[in-house]
């Protein structure tokens, strides 16, 4: 029988290069939300990939902001930065779409100093294959990695072989978590973050960076003989014209946002819901440190 390999895979980067859509690819559950607007993850979140001789932890971290203009952008390099502390497999990534990196940024000094196998990703070839192998020359010299790989995580090309280098690369080791567990996040995170999703995803300008979404009420009960669950979420804004926006004319914004929400929360979770969403508003909640630590950002 073959030896039991575990270990800690941390993805960095720049906001928006594919770090979110590479984690769900790899470990093939719905794990950290997605768009096409930057500075989407706000928190480290692991993703956690099992099989009888393996588990991969995972772990997607919110891109790296040079000049973090609140707090919460300071705690979202924090959370980034952590990745070098327990890290057994080290992923940058970038894609064809960004300028070059400048040497002294935080990311190329923590990779350089990284102790851990460090693999360099260059993510959406799909869009210009030509332009990734001029950046693998690049990086290559700059940075030195242990391998280069590139990939389309959005069509899953590359990614098969990124996986079997990561299987290799990780120390034989006793499972970290119990073999049924998928992630360190507690549902009621993950039902937040799709409403978070939505918010992105319908509206505009400086909304969805000025949202945060808090679960207050979740529980589950037996309706027609199934599980059925009731969802109270408070949308948290900064200011009382974002509350006039999310919740639209008549209600028509925020009853169209309670609608594509459930229907990702009831695909998530495997059980029907009922949600109801309030919108409250907290001026400048992105530098208060009391809802920062209520919200999870800092301990």
């Keep these: 029988m073959s030896e039991h390999k575990s270990g800690f895979v941390n993805i960095i980067g720049r906001p928006n290069v594919g770090k979110s859509t590479l984690l769900n690819d790899l470990v093939g559950e719905r794990m950290s939300i997605i768009s096409a607007k930057p500075q989407t993850t706000r928190h480290r979140i692991l993703g956690i990939l099992n099989e009888d001789d393996f588990q991969i932890v995972f772990s997607d971290t919110p891109g790296m902001i040079n000049d973090p203009k609140y707090k919460m952008q300071a705690a979202m390099n924090h959370f980034a930065m952590t990745v070098l502390e327990d890290a057994d497999v080290l992923l940058v990534m970038t894609d064809v779409l960004e300028d070059r990196y400048i040497g002294d940024e935080p990311i190329i000094e923590s990779f350089k100093k990284c102790k851990a196998p460090t693999f360099l990703v260059i ?64 549902e009621r995170f993950f039902i937040s973050e799709i409403i978070r999703e939505q918010i992105f995803l319908q509206y505009h300008q400086e909304i969805p960076y000025s949202a945060e979404v808090v679960i207050q009420e979740y529980k589950e009960v037996e309706k027609n003989g199934a599980p059925f669950v009731f969802v109270k979420a408070e949308i948290y804004v900064m200011r009382k014209n974002q509350k006039v926006i999310i919740i639209g004319k008549g209600g028509s914004n925020i009853k169209q946002l309670g609608i594509e929400a459930r229907k990702y929360i009831e695909e998530f979770i495997g059980k029907r819901i009922h949600l109801e969403l309030y919108v409250r508003v907290k001026e400048n909640w992105r530098n208060d440190d009391r809802l920062l630590k209520s919200f999870g950002y800092v301990k």
Aim: charged share 30%; proline share 8%.
């Design 123 to 186: 993510n959406k070839i799909d869009i210009d294959h030509a332009k990734a192998e001029d950046l693998a020359v690049y990086y290559k010299e700059l940075l030195e990695p242990d391998n280069i790989f590139l990939i389309s995580a959005l069509n899953k090309v590359g990614t098969d072989v990124l996986l079997e280098k990561i299987i290799e690369a990780v120390p034989v080791h006793a499972p970290f978590y119990p073999k049924d567990q998928l992630t360190d996040k507690p």
